[in-house]
């Protein structure tokens, strides 16, 4: 047996990195007595700017493979890396504004938090189903572990048992589905599994079931529709930082997954699970959308947005194509920008002991903050495909590829989706700026969320009027054109 070598280590650098420093915060709060846990989130903060360094360092556009095959270095994974260090950065800002808020202050939703960081990124290198489970655990125990942190709420304790159940039902569909692509090809190693599907029959069942099975597992990590029954209540019951992170960062490694699993390693059968994607992006955009307008809870309305925004992502990947596959990658980045956003504002409407969750909750909102309104304002415009704001060009995106492959009824029908859904975004901007305040309590903030919340409505305008270098960089990552970041 061979034994990793220097090559393997340096290629993996950013995880073990990142597992050391992970650990090094757990410690660092274990002995902290500042009831603010400011030295454990900037410790956290730290771990995730090295994690960024050390990518951009070592970014290149060749391939490199570690640990005997089971690791793969590429543009794709350091790209999804990157975006998912700097979300993750945003997310924990986000979160700690939360806790000092709502006087919840604890250094486990940090520690957790890089944790389930370190579980996507394992993901994003996966060359091997093993590789790929290992990551997928480690990233949805740790999700598991913070929807439940507030113990005293019933709602929570729900949330998060419907979570660790459902989560542990999708898991055990595809570990079996890998089970049987393992007895049809006799590998788990998604390079040798492509090479054997290529050569085999394209009706063979065992490998058709076992790829049934593997993307009901992946559809339920994306929350698509019909595995999609615990995104709203899980999005309603956890704390709203930890849905903030839940709904936005680990979408990039659900992204991975899929690329990896069927891509990757069942590319060649293509024209199989295209149709069943096909299904799943129509479901999902309808359910999503229709669902949506009847809502009175945002997080849950959130919550079925995600959903048909899921059914748009699957456009770009079941075209098929590089282009398709940008486009698709450049949708995720796009709503975890947008998610950011929208759950930001909502953080900021909080106080301690109450959840700006309701619609009520927001009536009025521009008599209250000219500011926040117009961040929130920019928010649903964008997640509605409002054109110039950075969500239209999403979806210009993914319609392009998919009529570029001839499925013109499908662009059609996302089309139509996409006009019953700027109803629910259009709702909250009426409330906002055409209703009276219900809320007259002042609206607090520190300076840092303040900053960083019109940052984040700035990038959605601005990408927007120029979203050539954001897409730019996903088109590269599947072109392999030489990629330059400083």
């Given at each position: 047996?061979?034994?990793?070598g220097?090559?393997?280590?340096?290629?993996?650098?950013?995880?073990?990195?990142?597992?050391?420093?992970?650990?090094?915060?757990?410690?660092?709060?274990?002995?902290?007595?500042?009831r603010?846990?400011?030295?454990?989130?900037?410790?956290?903060?730290?771990?995730?700017l090295?994690?960024?360094v050390?990518?951009?360092?070592?970014?290149?556009?060749?391939?490199?493979?570690?640990?005997a095959?089971?690791?793969?270095?590429?543009?794709?994974?350091?790209?999804?890396?990157l975006?998912i260090?700097?979300?993750?950065?945003?997310?924990?800002?986000y979160?700690?504004?939360?806790?000092?808020i709502?006087?919840?202050?604890?250094?486990?939703y940090?520690?957790?938090?890089?944790?389930a960081?370190?579980?996507?990124?394992?993901?994003?290198?996966?060359?091997?189903?093993?590789?790929?489970?290992?990551?997928?655990?480690?990233?949805?125990?740790?999700?598991?572990?913070?929807?439940?942190?507030?113990?005293?709420?019933?709602q929570?304790?729900e949330?998060?048992?419907?979570?660790?159940?459902?989560?542990?039902?999708?898991?055990?569909?595809?570990?079996?589905?890998?089970?049987?692509?393992?007895?049809?090809?006799?590998?788990?190693?998604?390079?040798?599994v492509?090479?054997?599907?290529a050569?085999?029959?394209?009706?063979?069942?065992?490998?058709?079931?076992?790829?049934?099975?593997?993307?009901?597992?992946i559809?339920?990590?994306?929350?698509?529709v019909?595995?999609?029954?615990?995104?709203?209540?899980?999005?309603?019951?956890?704390?709203?930082?930890?849905?903030?992170?839940?709904?936005?960062?680990?979408?990039?490694?659900?992204?991975a997954?899929?690329?990896?699993?069927?891509v990757?390693?069942?590319?060649?059968?293509?024209?199989?699970?295209?149709?069943?994607?096909?299904?799943?992006?129509?479901?999902?955009m309808?359910?999503?959308?229709?669902?949506?307008?009847a809502?009175?809870n945002?997080?849950?309305?959130?919550?079925?947005?995600?959903i048909?925004?899921?059914?748009?992502?699957?456009?770009?990947?079941?075209?098929?194509?590089?282009?398709g596959?940008?486009?698709?990658?450049?949708?995720?980045?796009?709503?975890?920008?947008?998610?950011?956003g929208?759950?930001?504002?909502?953080?900021?409407?909080?106080?301690?002991?109450?959840?700006?969750?309701?619609?009520?909750?927001?009536?009025?909102?521009?008599?209250?903050?000219?500011?926040l309104?117009?961040?929130?304002?920019?928010?649903?415009?964008?997640m509605?495909?409002v054109?110039?704001?950075?969500?239209?060009?999403?979806?210009?995106?993914?319609?392009?590829?998919?009529?570029?492959?001839?499925?013109?009824?499908?662009?059609?029908?996302?089309?139509?989706?996409?006009?019953?859904?700027?109803?629910y975004?259009?709702?909250?901007?009426?409330l906002?700026?055409?209703?009276?305040?219900?809320?007259?309590?002042?609206?607090?903030?520190?300076?840092?969320?303040?900053?960083?919340?019109?940052?984040?409505?700035?990038?959605?305008?601005?990408?927007?009027?120029?979203?050539?270098?954001?897409?730019?960089?996903?088109?590269?990552?599947?072109?392999?054109?030489?990629?330059?970041?400083?």
């Amino acid at each position: 047996m061979n034994l990793p070598g220097t090559q393997d280590y340096l290629a993996a650098l950013p995880e073990i990195v990142v597992a050391t420093l992970a650990c090094i915060v757990l410690l660092i709060d274990l002995w902290s007595n500042d009831r603010e846990r400011l030295l454990t989130w900037l410790a956290t903060q730290f771990t995730l700017l090295v994690g960024i360094v050390l990518i951009i360092v070592q970014l290149s556009t060749d391939v490199t493979y570690a640990f005997a095959g089971t690791y793969v270095k590429d543009i794709l994974s350091d790209v999804l890396k990157l975006f998912i260090f700097i979300g993750a950065g945003v997310a924990f800002l986000y979160m700690r504004e939360y806790l000092r808020i709502h006087n919840e202050m604890k250094g486990e939703y940090f520690t957790l938090g890089l944790f389930a960081v370190l579980g996507m990124m394992v993901l994003a290198s996966a060359s091997h189903m093993i590789t790929l489970y290992l990551g997928l655990e480690l990233l949805s125990l740790s999700l598991y572990a913070l929807v439940a942190m507030r113990r005293d709420s019933a709602q929570s304790a729900e949330a998060a048992m419907k979570y660790f159940m459902l989560g542990a039902i999708a898991s055990g569909m595809l570990l079996y589905g890998m089970s049987m692509i393992y007895g049809a090809t006799g590998s788990l190693d998604l390079r040798e599994v492509a090479d054997a599907v290529a050569q085999a029959r394209s009706d063979d069942l065992i490998l058709i079931f076992g790829l049934v099975f593997i993307v009901a597992g992946i559809a339920f990590k994306l929350g698509a529709v019909p595995f999609h029954m615990w995104a709203p209540d899980v999005y309603q019951g956890a704390p709203t930082a930890v849905t903030l992170f839940l709904a936005t960062v680990p979408k990039l490694a659900a992204f991975a997954m899929l690329m990896r699993l069927l891509v990757d390693g069942l590319g060649p059968l293509h024209d199989q699970w295209q149709g069943m994607l096909i299904i799943l992006a129509v479901l999902s955009m309808a359910i999503g959308n229709l669902v949506a307008i009847a809502q009175e809870n945002i997080r849950r309305m959130l919550a079925y947005s995600t959903i048909s925004h899921v059914g748009f992502l699957l456009l770009g990947v079941l075209s098929g194509t590089d282009q398709g596959y940008a486009a698709a990658l450049f949708y995720t980045v796009v709503y975890m920008i947008m998610g950011l956003g929208a759950f930001g504002v909502l953080v900021m409407l909080g106080r301690a002991g109450f959840e700006a969750d309701r619609l009520s909750d927001i009536k009025g909102l521009n008599q209250r903050s000219p500011w926040l309104a117009g961040v929130m304002l920019v928010m649903m415009f964008s997640m509605a495909g409002v054109p110039p704001f950075l969500g239209f060009w999403a979806k210009f995106a993914v319609l392009q590829e998919v009529v570029a492959v001839g499925l013109v009824w499908l662009a059609v029908a996302a089309v139509v989706f996409s006009i019953i859904g700027a109803f629910y975004y259009l709702r909250i901007v009426k409330l906002i700026y055409f209703d009276e305040a219900e809320e007259q309590a002042p609206i607090r903030g520190s300076s840092p969320m303040r900053v960083m919340v019109s940052s984040n409505g700035l990038v959605v305008l601005l990408f927007g009027l120029f979203p050539a270098p954001l897409l730019g960089i996903c088109i590269a990552v599947f072109t392999r054109i030489e990629l330059v970041i400083g």
